[in-house]
C-alpha cells in the first residue's frame, strides 16, 4: 500500500513515470535523427549551388574582352542566381564548356526574359569564373 501511494503522489507531481520516459526515449531519438538529416541535405544543397562571388582576378581574366568589366560581371552573377533558378535549379559552372554554356544562356534566355545585354553579362559571368578556375 506504501508503495502504491509513493507512486501516485510521483504521477501527481507531475515527474514523468521512469516507464514513461523509457518509452519516450526512442522518439526523441527518432525526431534527432531526422532532424540531423535535413540539416545535412540543407547544407548539402547550398553546396551544390555554389555561385562564386565577383573578384578583382575575374575581371583581369576577361582583359582582353574589353566590354566587360566589374560591374558587369556583378550583374551576370545577380541575373545567374536570381532568373536562373526560377526554373531550375543553378548547374554547377563546370559541368560545361564555354561554348555550351553560351548556346545554354542563348536558347534559355527568351524564357528567363532577358534582354541581350543582360544575357551578355549573365554569359561574361560564366565564362569569367571558368577561366579563374582552371
Known amino acids: 500500500m506504501l508503495q502504491w501511494v509513493r507512486r501516485k503522489k510521483f504521477a501527481m507531481a507531475g515527474a514523468p513515470s521512469p516507464a514513461r520516459e523509457a ?10 535523427c531526422k532532424l540531423i538529416i535535413v540539416c545535412c541535405i540543407s547544407v548539402s544543397c547550398e553546396l551544390t549551388n555554389y555561385v ?24 551576370g ?9 526560377e526554373c531550375h535549379t543553378l548547374p554547377p ?7 555550351d554554356w553560351t548556346e545554354i544562356v542563348n536558347s534559355m534566355s527568351h524564357r528567363a526574359s532577358l534582354k541581350p ?15 579563374t578556375e582552371r
Open 23 to 32: 518509452r519516450a526515449l526512442p522518439r526523441m531519438r527518432g525526431h534527432a
Open 52 to 75: 562564386p562571388p565577383v573578384t578583382q582576378q575575374m575581371a583581369a581574366s576577361n582583359s582582353r574582352r574589353q566590354d566587360v568589366d566589374l560591374n558587369k560581371l556583378r550583374e
Open 77 to 85: 552573377r545577380t541575373l545567374f542566381v536570381h532568373r536562373c533558378i
Open 93 to 99: 559552372l563546370w559541368h560545361y564548356t564555354s561554348k
Open 117 to 131: 545585354a543582360e544575357r551578355d553579362a549573365v554569359i561574361a559571368y560564366i565564362l569569367a569564373v571558368r577561366a
